[in-house]
């Protein structure tokens, strides 16, 4: 029974505490105070002489040059030279102000200003509910941080997590760059920013958008997903996840990424990439795949890593690990395909080598005109810079050309070097110098057999038609037979050296990547919406006012509004309250002069 009762004690004086707290009483000072029961019926008025009108409520105090407190409603309205103060972290300066000690509910406007340590906010009319610890104003409003300024249409601070959140036409002014966001949430102790709906973040030298994001307002650094991608001045990078550092002029992308050259008019695919934009450099790795488009075809390089550097005019791709091209062609007869372990490949000057770097090479290079193989110690494509067209090819030291036969065996020509021209992308004649040697099947008008010509000379020249053998012609030959094929041993029918790679072969774009596992790609780490607050203004009683009646401002005002028709409604809410303002404080001040005199 004494438990019970101590119980019981204990709630009831909890319960006690807890009325009173919530229904402190404001107190005040005020060098002058009056009364006019028929104007202001139930207040005091009060007003400066020599030191501002003072009001203290349980942890707030306000300054002010004029107010009208009705003492039992708890509820005063300040005029004039507005300061208020909560704690050590909260001031606030305004032209007119309300406050309910019962609800513990402010209302300001008039040059609003209020200060936190890092940030000021600045707007024409501002709510500011102590309860919850937020303030919230939505007809316009700024925020200066120490880094940047942040306007918006509607704004809510969140004084516990000392979080603001933007909605609507929200802009973020930095010296380095301007940010315009649907929505941003904005923590002022750190100065990082999250970026909702369609966002852009412009400078001088890059344009980033993202439909989600994240950046560093002090840093000057982001982490972007959804639909993002930064836009330089000659360059493209898009991809499922962005990073972004301005300091450092450098951006990587992770998984489906693309990076594209505005200026030569070529495309960068894979699943990782690094961008170094004072560099004017980009790093690809991932199933990389560097396309270049020209006037009738597209060539394409594909290696385990791509690099691509230099100016635009001076561009030069780098290709390491299992190196592949492949040269697209719409009648599909001249495709050019090849092998090596590194690429490079120098725009400006429209060469293109196939070279063995590494020990992780896996052979010579090879390289595959139509139906003619070529390999050797390294292969040089040169097109012509200005058609884009190939112009011609040298394969250096142990040049080896094979070509299938129609029907059996392979042509074979090799040499110390081989020398290719070409016409509209078609090799039509090929040169091999120094200790060369051949063997080709030999065929009548009918394409019958007549026999295997195993010819060794100091040069020859073929010419080609339809990229087929059309004639050889020997220079200085040394030794050259033609002999039955019944009289040719089996072993005898390939020279030193033959390696047939026809397995190898790209016969498309998609075989670029035939053999090799797809890469495992990276978990993006997503960036959540944020919770959904709870609505700034609570539903209420008719007779539960969150102000006064005595309020300037109608219960009606006092509500949440989803659609953005306070831009203008407010506007002219605010104008009222001026002008009734200075009613009201000339209007006392005629109160005052009376009483004086």
């Known amino acids: 029974m004494s438990k019970l009762f101590s119980l019981t004690a204990i709630f009831l004086l909890y319960t006690l505490i807890s009325f009173s707290q919530k229904n402190q009483e404001i107190n005040y000072d005020s060098d002058r105070t009056l009364k006019n029961e028929q104007r202001y019926p139930g207040a005091l008025i009060l007003s400066k002489v020599d030191n501002q009108v003072y009001f203290d409520h349980d942890g707030i105090e306000v300054w002010c040059d004029n107010a009208v407190f009705y003492k039992e409603a708890n509820f005063f309205k300040a005029y004039g030279n507005i300061r208020m103060q909560q704690g050590d972290s909260v001031s606030m300066t305004s032209n007119y102000a309300e ?98 709906g369609p966002s852009t973040i412009e400078s001088e030298t890059s344009t980033v958008y993202c439909e989600r994001g994240f950046y560093d307002t002090r840093a000057d650094n982001g982490y972007f997903v959804k639909n993002s991608q930064i836009n330089y001045d000659n360059r493209i990078l898009k991809g499922d996840s962005l990073y972004f550092n301005r300091k450092n002029s450098f951006a990587s992308a992770t998984n489906n990424i693309r990076v594209i050259d505005t200026i030569n008019d070529s495309r960068v695919s894979g699943h990782y990439a690094e961008v170094y934009r004072d560099k004017d450099s980009v790093f690809i790795t991932k199933k990389a795949l560097a396309a270049s488009l020209q006037e009738r075809d597209t060539l394409f390089i594909h290696s385990d890593t791509i690099m691509i550097t230099g100016k635009p005019e001076k561009r030069v791709i780098r290709g390491f690990y299992d190196a592949r091209i492949f040269k697209e062609d719409p009648t599909g007869e001249n495709t050019m395909s090849g092998r090596s372990d590194s690429i490079y490949s120098d725009q400006q000057s429209g060469l293109t080598k196939l070279i063995n770097l590494s020990s992780r090479g896996n052979g010579k290079p090879v390289l595959w005109s139509a139906e003619n193989q070529m390999t050797g110690d390294s292969i040089h494509l040169q097109s012509n810079p200005r058609t884009e067209q190939l112009d011609s090819l040298l394969v250096f030291d142990n040049a080896f050309l094979i070509q299938k036969d129609s029907i059996e065996g392979y042509n074979q020509l090799k040499g110390k070097i081989l020398t290719g021209y070409f016409q509209e992308n078609e090799l039509y004649e090929v040169v091999i110098d120094k200790n060369t040697e051949t063997l080709n099947y030999m065929r009548n008008s009918e394409n019958e057999l007549i026999g295997i010509n195993k010819t060794l000379a100091s040069s020859i020249k073929i010419l080609f038609v339809d990229q087929q053998i059309e004639d050889i012609y020997y220079y200085n030959q040394v030794d050259g037979n033609l002999t039955p094929e019944a009289d040719f041993p089996p072993n005898a029918r390939k020279l030193q050296g033959f390696n047939w790679r026809g397995e190898e072969r790209i016969l498309s774009k998609e075989g670029l990547f035939e053999g090799q596992p797809e890469p495992e790609l990276t978990r993006i780490k997503g960036i959540p919406l944020p919770d959904e607050p709870d609505e700034f203004f609570d539903e209420r009683e008719e007779d539960d006012l969150l102000l006064d009646k005595n309020s300037r401002l109608k219960p009606e005002v006092l509500k949440n509004r989803k659609m953005d028709t306070l831009k203008f409604k407010s506007q002219g809410i605010q104008d009222s309250l001026k002008i009734e303002t200075s009613k009201k404080t000339d209007s006392l001040q005629v109160i005052l002069n009376k009483k004086e005199n």
Do not use: C, W
């Open 99 to 196: 406050y309910n000690g019962n609800t513990e509910f402010a209302f300001a406007s008039g040059k609003v200003k209020m200060k936190r340590p890092q940030t000021t906010l600045e707007t024409d009319s501002l709510f500011f509910d102590r309860v919850k610890q937020q303030a919230y104003y939505r007809s316009g409003g700024k925020v200066t941080d120490t880094a940047s300024v942040l306007t918006s249409i509607i704004g809510r601070y969140f004084m516990e997590e000392d979080k603001y959140s933007f909605v609507n036409e929200v802009v973020v002014t930095n010296p380095e760059y301007k940010i315009n966001s649907e929505q941003l949430d904005f923590y002022s102790e750190n100065g990082h920013a999250y970026l909702y």
